[in-house]
């Protein structure tokens, strides 16, 4: 058992040595330049896997600033892995990196807020690091971004979250006059001494995340800011931004606690509907984007519904399921841009007929597809058991939609698989010998990450 002062300091060096990396990458460029990102992002992957195996699922407070646990330790072990994915599938923006290193720049700084916000014990901390999160993405959409429509998508990310974070700011700011302190530690103990919440405060911090997931009526800005984006901010949106919203919940809901049935209830019928009605719109969708999007939002009713239930299985789906989508669903995006490439459109109708055209993208596609829509062993099979279990736990009325959403969401998958890869050979696509040295990688690292996830269910058994 490694001793608290020492998982301190290496932790201080971990965010001495990521921001001393940001500050120096100015001055590299090129290749040289990435392998910097890349070498610091694995740094980081090791402390994460170190913490893991030596810590537990313990929590301790490492200053009034840090606040580490295992599941900190696994979203950023989750943002690593996103980053290093990000530079593979970026060849275009990689090709501008020599003449321009912003593209790599503005991603360290993603990297670098995700994992201090995943450490931060401080509310007001936590809150600012959500909401400057948005800048370094908001830059990447406007700056690389394909479509002239990228500054909607830009208006839209900026409307929704000025929005919905004045009252979850005003609310937190009532939630810590009442409990006198903006530690979570604290807030935990307060807690624990029957300190009580008004329920529009209640509503207003968890709607401050639910437009972070996002839920669907509240889910405007992520497909348009899918579609804008290049594939590196897609797959970052995907695998690093949507998880805020979720490990928010997994922070605020034990201080919150259960809110009245009627709004508890009103939330997770809510929530199910949306991931429902999102399922069934990627079944209507052309767009390869917007439908790996769209299923974000599906997943991420999950998570909402898991853990408003407040039972161990409902966390544990929700937390599973969080880690396996931040790995697949920047996988899809990465498939997808590949994709655009060989037809120069993202419609899966003009897409179709890869299988003849390339057969490895099929199989990647035929992998990835598959670790979506659940096929065991993969870690979204079990999340997924784990959630609706805990959804008929709490009441034996869901299992109706609970059954639609499993099946229109393993049905989206298949659609998109089967559209894009078989059938008729589209006059589109350009013949291609192969896949670059970059996709192969990313490919075969995903495959096997991905297989084996089922692994991490070993620390999910012990929330």
Known sequence: MVSKSSLFFLNFILFLGVSFVMVMFWAVSGFMGEMVVLMSSLVVTFLSIFYLYNQGMSVFSLSDWFLSDSMSSLMCLMSCFVIVLSFLCSDVEFNMMKKDPGFSF?????????????????????YFLMEASLIPILFLILSWGYQPERVQ???????????ASMPFLVSISFLLNIMGSDNFNCLLASRGVGVSIELMFWFFIILGFLVKLPVFMLHSWLP???????????????GIMLKFGGFGLWRFLPVLGRADSEVLEFTMVFTMWGGLVCSMICLCHYDMKAMIAFSSISHMSAVVL???????????????????????????????????????????????????????????????????????PSLNFFSEVFLSLSGLWYSWYFICILIFMVFLGGASSVYLYCTLNHGAHSYV??????????????GVSCCFFLFFSFFVMDFVFCL
């Open 429 to 442: 696509l350009l013949s291609k010998s192969g896949v670059s040295d970059r996709m192969s990688l990313m």
């Open 153 to 163: 998508a830009g208006f839209l990310i900026i409307m929704y979250t000025v929005v």
């Open 306 to 376: 898991g853990m408003l239930t407040f039972y161990c299985m409902g966390w544990m789906g929700g937390v599973a399921m969080m880690f396996i989508h931040g790995v697949c669903s920047p996988c899809l995006f990465a498939m997808a841009n590949y994709s655009y490439k060989f037809s120069g459109s993202r419609s899966i109708f003009l897409c179709k007929g890869l299988l003849k055209v390339c057969p490895l993208i099929s199989l990647f596609w035929f992998m990835f597809c598959s670790f979506n829509l659940g096929c065991p």
């Open 106 to 126: 503005f991603l360290l700084l993603i990297l670098f807020i995700s994992l201090v916000f995943f450490y931060s014990s401080s509310v007001f901390s936590f």
């Open 224 to 238: 348009k800011a899918h579609v804008k984006a290049p594939v590196g901010g897609s797959m970052i949106l995907a």
